[in-house]
């Protein structure tokens, strides 16, 4: 009952891109590409501004938490690329932290998307 509960609070749709290694025919090196993993996998971002700000070299701004919150049976990997469309804008992140695995859900910690590891 409270899983349900839950996954109606899923708002958004993710798309999941994993960098996978594979070995390169006509040189024989390693090379890497990105190979989508989940399709349109329901879940939600919170945010949550964290209370101390960080004083820059020109302004000071407030540090920023951002939360996936999706399906315990999708697990993500460290180092995957995520896009996430919710309430009309899509941004791309990276999985910045382990997951936290509970019985309804699975919660993951993000940050902006740089490039592959």
């Avoid at 993993?37 to 820059?56: H, I, M, P, T, W």
């Avoid at 993500?76 to 509970?102: H, L, R």
């Amino acid at each position: 009952m409270i899983k349900n509960d839950i996954e109606k609070l899923f708002t958004g749709k993710m798309n999941v891109y994993e960098f996978i290694p594979f070995i390169n025919k006509e040189t024989g090196i390693t090379e890497f590409k990105e190979k989508l993993v989940y399709k349109d996998v329901s879940c939600r971002l919170s945010y949550k501004s964290l209370n101390s700000a960080v004083q820059g070299k020109s302004a000071s701004f407030i540090r920023q938490e951002i939360k996936l919150i999706t399906y315990c049976d999708k697990p993500i990997k460290s180092g995957s690329k995520i896009e996430v469309t919710q309430c009309g804008e899509t941004k791309v992140y990276q999985k910045s932290g382990e997951s936290a695995f509970y019985n309804t859900h699975q919660e993951i910690i993000l940050s902006l998307f740089d490039s592959f590891a």
